[in-house]
């Protein structure tokens, strides 16, 4: 069984940068590919960005990419997902998301997931 918290969430103004944090428990870390999904009110959740098992071969969303990277500390069982230039249609719950090997955008494929943190940008 793999436990997900998130962590980092908060208001910030456009232009800003947040950092989230989703520590993870039980399983083998580095075979897991981890993962970032968004959704907003009334929305249906999206991918944001992935980290593969294994190789930890990294994708992104086009609304996202160039602005928010994602990385791994396969000792501390932890992933990040870093949020530059924060635009106020990034607005959401964020979600972390784990399955066993692979990677993939489609939220089905992800057995394991976080209770979310909330991210407010500001116009």
């Known amino acids: 069984q793999v436990q997900l918290v998130e962590s980092g969430g908060g208001l910030v103004q456009a232009g800003g940068s947040l950092r989230l944090s989703c520590a993870t428990s039980?399983?083998?870390?580095?075979?897991?590919?981890m993962a970032w999904f968004r959704q907003a009110p009334g929305k249906e959740r999206e991918f944001v960005a992935a980290s593969r098992g294994g190789d930890g071969s990294r994708s992104y969303s086009d609304s996202v990419k160039g602005r928010f990277t994602i990385s791994r500390d396969n000792v501390k069982k932890l992933v990040y997902l870093q949020m530059y230039s924060l635009k106020p249609e990034d607005t959401a719950a964020y979600y972390c998301?784990?399955?066993?090997?692979?990677?993939?955008?489609?939220?089905?494929?992800?057995?394991?997931w976080g209770q979310g943190t909330q991210v407010t940008v500001s116009s």
């Open positions: 998301a784990a399955r066993w090997g692979g990677s993939g955008s489609y939220s089905g494929e992800y057995k394991y």
């Open positions: 039980g399983g083998t870390f580095s075979m897991y590919a």
